[in-house]
Nanobody, 126 residues
Framework: QVQLVESGGGLVQAGGSLSVSCAASGRTFNSYAMGWFRQAPGKEREFVAAISRNGGSTYYPDSVKGRFTISRDNAKSMVYLQMNSLKPEDTAVYYC???????????????????WGQGTQVTVSS
């Protein structure tokens, strides 16, 4: 089992950048594929980024492709989401998620992730 704690959220102006981080507990972090999701008020939680367990594969929806970058440091049990060219519609609570993986796959469906952090708020002002 893994526990996840997000940090780094905050308030930023449109066009700016922000990075959020996720710290994972446990000694087998490199066996987990990781993902970022977000949920805006009144909306369903949506996929933002995914990375395979060794970081070799990443995947993004069109809404953030080219602006967001997911990365991981297995030695530190950390996963990051760098967000550039932020828009007001990026405002949401951002969640880190994890699932054990036995291959180099990434996952982008919420139901594929059994472990979730508590979330961190990102607010983009216009």
């Amino acid at each position: 089992q893994v526990q996840l704690v997000e940090s780094g959220g905050g308030l930023v102006q449109a066009g700016g950048s922000l990075s959020v981080s996720c710290a994972a507990s446990g000694r087998t972090f490199n066996s987990y594929a990781m993902g970022w999701f977000r949920q805006a008020p009144g909306k369903e939680r949506e996929f933002v980024a995914a990375i395979s367990r060794n970081g070799g594969s990443t995947y993004y929806p069109d809404s953030v492709k080219g602006r967001f970058t997911i990365s991981r440091d297995n030695a530190k049990s950390m996963v990051y989401l760098q967000m550039n060219s932020l828009k007001p519609e990026d405002t949401a609570v951002y969640y880190c998620a994890a699932r054990q993986a036995y291959s180099g796959n990434y996952y982008y469906l919420m139901e594929e992730y059994p472990y979730w952090g508590q979330g961190t708020q990102v607010t983009v002002s216009s």
